[in-house]
């Protein structure tokens, strides 16, 4: 009778990995990362989904992927831990509330108080829109999601994507107007105003729920955007994929050290990484 078990000692690899731009194409496809999906699934590596999508959109691609794995939403605001999980739930340092198919730890502002402080720094002056201001067909235009993914993407906790096309000494401004109210400012594809999480606490959280006293464990992070920074500085092997005008975020290649530039556009690029990773760690 053959064991699903690894010997004991032999690696074991945790992946983190950013959905839009990164896993995900501009037309919100996962096709071209196929082949290092299946091998991911063959080799039982725990795929964790650390995006700044909300727990209803990720929730529509984890089935899509058949991904059982936890996942982080909105930017590292809540950690969704399936209940039949391998995680160490015991080991967590948070307070733990119990959901239907998920233990949640929440570590993201709440949603009401960020909408609040948004619409004090628009009085302001600043010419800001967050989801919440805008209508599921006004976001379907603004994201090229369909109406309904739409609808999901507005369906928000712990942090509030918002637009804003201010020049760049007023987004300073803008940043300094966030922290001041006690909240934390992060940029991706669009602006994110949120609390005192990021994808790195979360990461750094999930680690520990994993970790025990025979295991060996490697962690790896994907991603392509400023919001990463953090992700990528949590694991030990961090990549930048390329964005789709074939460059690189400069400003992450500055700030995480290591950091593995992957030759390749989003799902291209994360797919052709993965595959020799688990080569070089021959994950078994």
């Known amino acids: 009778m053959t064991s699903n078990r690894r010997p004991q000692n032999d690696p074991e690899l945790i992946i983190f990995t950013d959905l839009d731009g990164t896993l995900l194409n501009s037309s919100y496809s996962f096709d071209k990362a196929l082949p290092a999906l299946k091998l991911i699934n063959e ?8 995006s700044s999508k909300t727990s209803a959109e990720i929730e ?4 899509n992927l058949q991904n059982h794995h936890p996942f982080v ?3 590292g605001g809540g950690i969704y831990i399936p209940k039949n999980s391998k995680c160490q739930i015991a080991n967590a340092k948070y307070a733990i509330e119990e959901l239907d198919k998920y233990y949640l730890i929440k570590i993201g502002a709440d949603y009401a108080d960020l909408r609040t402080a948004l619409a004090e720094i628009r009085d302001e002056g600043f010419d800001v829109r967050g989801f919440g201001d805008m209508s599921s ?15 999901l993407a507005k369906i928000r906790q712990f942090d509030e994507t918002f637009i804003f096309e201010g020049s760049e000494a007023s987004v300073e401004d803008l940043k300094e107007r966030i922290n001041s109210r006690g909240f934390n400012y992060t940029q991706g594809e669009y602006f994110h105003i949120m609390g005192n999480s990021d994808k790195g606490r979360a990461v750094e959280i999930l680690k520990m729920l994993y970790k025990t006293e025979d295991a060996n464990v490697i962690t790896a992070a994907f991603g392509d955007s400023l919001n990463d920074i953090e992700m990528l500085n949590n694991v030990d092997r961090s990549f930048l994929v390329q964005k789709e005008d074939g460059s690189y975020n400069r400003q992450v290649l500055d ?11 989003g799902p291209v690029g994360w797919n052709k990484a993965v595959i020799e990773l688990i080569g070089d760690l021959r994950i078994v």
Do not use: F, W
Request: net charge negative.
């Open 255 to 265: 700030e995480v050290k290591g950091c593995i530039k992957v030759d390749g556009i």
């Open 137 to 151: 067909g006004e976001v379907a235009e603004l994201t090229g999601l369909n109406e309904s993914d739409a609808e």
């Open 73 to 75: 939403s909105e930017n």
């Open 60 to 63: 529509v691609i984890r089935k």
């Open 43 to 50: 080799k039982r590596v725990p795929l964790i989904i650390c």
